[in-house]
C-alpha cells in the first residue's frame, strides 16, 4: 500500500522519467504575473498567475509545497477576501481535514493534566473576534539586496482578516498551566514529504499564548477557514508574524524547557539587536539571534503599481500601513524624496492588529513623480530609509517609493 | 505513466482538486538527472528557478547542504557534489 508519504516521493521519479512531457512555463505567461518590481530576475521569470480551488489568481512563487502572494490589486481594502488571501507551507504533505473527526490533542510536561478539543468542543467555547495582519516573517524577501535564498516574496505574503474562535488561553484552562511552563508548542496536520525531514512545530512563549487576543480561530472573515488557509482551525497569534500561526492545528502542548527543533533555531531568527523590537522570545534567545517576533511597522502603496500612468493635476495615492499591533499613529508621504513630508489622512480604525487605510492626494506634474511613504506607530517607531540586511531577509520595512508618470 | 501516477496520487492524497504539477524544465547540462532525481520528491524544482541567479557556487553549495543537513535529504557525497555543481553552473551568479 502506497503512503501518501511514498506516493509524493515517488512524485520527483514521475518527474525525472516524464521531463519532456510538459511544455516549459511559457515567456508570455511568466511575464503575465505582476511580481514585485526587485525580486530576482529568476523569480520573475518562473512565476506565475494561477488560481488555486476556492482561490482568485495569486502570483504561484512554487506550487509543492504550495506558496502564492498576493498581488498588489488585492490590497485596496483593509480585510483581504479570503479567495485573495496568501497562501504559504513549508512541507508538502497537506491533508484535506475533516471537521468531524477533527481534534486538538491539549498536554505537555508543563500542563496538570490532558484534554482532547473535537471541532464542536471548539464551538462551545465563548467566541472572540479580532482583526488582525497574518504577515509572513520573509514577506518581501525577494527584495533583499543582496538576495538570500528561500521563498522570494515580494509584498503580497500578507492579508488582514477578521478572525473568530476561541482564547488559547480558555483552552489551556481546560488542563491547567504549571507555574514552570515556559511555552506552549504547536503542530498542525501538515507534514513532511518525506520523513527524515523535520515536522512544523513552533512554539510561543507562555506571555504571549496566553494574551487574550491570541485565538484558535474556525472563522475567517465570516467563513470557514479556506483549505489552504489552515481549515478548519489554525492559530491567530496578532501582531507576531505567520510563523506562528499554526495552520490545521492539532496540537497545543505545554512545555516546562524550550522547544527545539530546525524551526526554532536555526530557522526563522534575526540578529539580535538589529530590530526595534519590543516583544522578547527570551526562552529562545542566545548570545546571536532570537526568534522573530512582532511585525516592524509597514506601509505599501496599493493603489498604483511603480511606474504606473497617471494625468497631470491632483492624483490620490492610497494604501496600507500595519504594525506589530501598537496601533498606527501617522502616515506621511514625500513628493522630493524624503526632504518634505506631509501628513497622508488615515481611513478606518479596525482595531491595532488591522491594516490601516491610508490616502494622500497631491498635485502631479508632467513627467515624473515619485511618491514615497513612511508610517510611525504610536510608540514612535517607523520605517528605515535603508535595508537593515540579515541573513534570512526578515523584517524588511524599507520606505517604498512609486514613480508615477503623469500625461 | 504520468497521468497514471497523478490518478493514484489524487486518490491516495485526497489533495483538493489542483491541477497537476507542472513539470519544471530546468536547463540541460550535467547533473541534471541527480537535481530531478534527488530535489524533486520533496519539493517543486521551481524552487531552483525562484532561486536564481544569484547564490554564488558557495551559497549553491550552502544550499544543497541544508537540503541534507537540517530537512533530511538522503544525498550521498558525490550527488550533492553533483547537484551544487550543476546548481552553480547554470543557475548561480
Redesign the interface.
Known amino acids: 500500500m502506497l503512503t501518501r508519504r511514498s506516493v509524493l516521493g515517488a512524485a520527483g521519479a514521475v518527474l525525472t522519467l516524464t521531463g519532456s512531457g510538459w511544455s516549459r512555463f511559457s515567456a508570455s505567461r511568466a511575464a503575465g504575473a505582476p511580481v514585485t518590481p526587485g525580486v530576482p530576475s529568476g523569480t520573475a521569470e518562473s512565476a506565475t498567475l494561477e488560481a488555486l480551488p476556492g482561490k482568485k489568481p495569486l502570483i504561484r512563487l512554487a506550487y509543492r509545497p504550495p506558496n502564492y502572494e498576493a498581488p498588489l490589486d488585492y490590497f485596496r481594502s483593509p480585510i483581504t477576501p479570503n479567495d485573495q488571501f496568501f497562501v504559504r507551507y513549508h512541507l508538502s504533505d497537506i491533508p484535506d481535514v475533516d471537521a468531524k473527526t477533527y481534534k486538538i490533542e491539549v498536554g505537555g510536561d508543563g500542563a496538570n493534566g490532558q484534554a482532547t478539543l473535537t471541532f464542536d468542543d471548539l464551538k462551545k467555547l465563548p467566541a472572540y473576534e479580532v482583526v488582525a495582519v497574518n504577515q509572513c516573517s520573509g514577506n518581501r524577501r525577494g527584495l533583499s539586496t543582496p538576495h538570500v535564498a528561500g521563498v522570494e516574496w515580494g509584498y503580497g505574503a500578507m492579508g488582514c482578516a477578521r478572525w473568530k474562535g476561541v482564547r488559547l488561553k480558555d483552552v489551556l484552562d481546560k488542563v491547567g498551566l504549571k507555574p514552570e511552563a515556559v511555552e506552549i508548542a504547536f503542530n498542525g496536520a501538515d507534514g513532511p514529504a518525506f520523513d527524515k525531514t523535520p515536522d512544523f512545530i513552533k512554539s510561543l512563549p507562555v506571555w504571549k499564548a496566553v494574551d487574550e487576543s491570541t485565538l484558535i480561530a474556525y472563522e475567517m472573515n465570516g467563513a470557514p477557514l479556506p483549505h489552504f488557509n489552515g481549515y478548519p482551525a489554525r492559530l491567530i497569534v496578532p501582531g507576531w508574524t505567520g510563523t506562528y500561526w499554526m495552520k490545521h492545528l492539532i496540537s497545543v502542548t505545554a512545555l516546562t524547557k524550550p522547544q527545539g527543533g530546525f524551526w526554532m533555531n536555526p530557522a526563522y531568527r534575526i540578529p539580535v539587536g538589529m530590530f526595534p523590537v519590543v516583544a522578547r522570545f527570551v526562552s529562545q534567545e542566545n548570545a546571536t539571534s532570537t526568534p522573530i517576533t512582532e511585525i516592524v511597522v509597514n506601509s505599501l502603496i496599493t493603489s498604483h503599481a511603480d511606474g504606473a500612468t497617471v494625468q497631470a493635476g491632483t492624483v490620490t495615492a492610497s494604501g496600507l500601513a500595519w504594525d506589530g499591533g501598537y496601533g498606527i499613529a501617522t502616515v506621511e508621504a514625500s513628493t522630493d524624496g524624503g526632504k518634505t513630508w506631509s501628513e497622508a489622512t488615515l481611513g478606518e480604525d479596525l482595531g491595532r492588529y488591522a491594516f490601516r487605510p491610508w490616502s494622500f492626494a497631491f498635485a502631479a506634474r508632467r513627467g515624473k513623480n515619485t511618491v514615497t511613504v513612511k508610517a510611525t506607530n504610536k510608540i514612535g517607531q517607523t520605517q528605515t530609509a535603508t535595508l537593515l540586511f540579515n541573513p534570512a531577509g526578515y523584517h524588511n520595512n524599507v520606505m517604498q517609493t512609486v514613480t508615477l508618470n503623469a500625461a | ?2 497521468k497514471i ?2 490518478a ?2 489524487a486518490a ?8 497537476d ?5 530546468l536547463k540541460q547540462a550535467p547533473g541534471l ?1 541527480k537535481v ?12 531552483i ?7 554564488t557556487a558557495a ?1 549553491w553549495n ?2 544543497v547542504t541544508k537540503m541534507i543537513k ?5 544525498i550521498g557525497d558525490a550527488d550533492a557534489k553533483a547537484i551544487a555543481d550543476y546548481l552553480a553552473k547554470n ?1 548561480g551568479t
Open positions: 505513466m504520468r501516477v497523478f493514484i496520487m491516495l492524497v485526497a489533495l483538493p482538486a489542483m491541477a504539477e507542472p513539470t519544471i524544465r538527472g530531478e532525481g534527488n530535489c524533486g520528491g520533496c519539493h517543486s524544482l521551481v524552487y528557478e525562484m532561486n536564481s541567479p544569484f547564490l551559497g550552502a544550499e537540517a530537512y533530511g535529504a538522503p543557475y
